[in-house]
């Protein structure tokens, strides 16, 4: 699965809360591939990357979970992933069928 969404950082590894300065809302175009979400500025970024970048931008999605961030309610349409190591990230997407698609492509991929 991919296509554009909006992601914001709230907690890394360890559960530690992101930043201040590093938990805004960015845009990416975002491949899911062999238990990877890979962010990128947009298809080509992804085709083009270096197996190097890809690391630099790429959530390990094994043993995460997706949910709908329903306590979220600044924008719609978004959903919570927790990944194995405690990092946290929301993401926003476009309408009610894609977030669907998404929780349910992470948790069940
Ligand atoms: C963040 C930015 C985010 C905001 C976040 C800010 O500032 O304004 O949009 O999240 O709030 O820290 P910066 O651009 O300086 O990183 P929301 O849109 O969810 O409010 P937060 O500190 O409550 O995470």
């Given at each position: 699965k991919k296509g554009y969404v909006m992601r914001k950082c709230c907690?890394?590894?360890?559960?530690k809360k992101t930043a201040r300065g590093k938990r805004s809302w960015k845009m990416y175009f975002c491949t899911l591939r062999d238990l990877i979400l890979y962010l990128h500025k947009d298809d080509s970024g992804f085709r083009k990357s270096q197996i190097s970048d890809n690391i630099h931008n790429a959530i390990h999605i094994h043993h995460g979970l997706a949910t709908k961030?329903?306590?979220?309610?600044?924008?719609?349409?978004v959903f919570r992933l927790v990944t194995a190591d405690q990092a946290e990230y929301l993401f926003q997407t476009s309408d009610p069928k894609e977030l669907d698609s998404w929780i349910n492509t992470i948790n069940f991929v």
């Open positions: 907690m890394e590894a360890n559960g961030a329903t306590d979220y309610t600044k924008k719609q349409h």
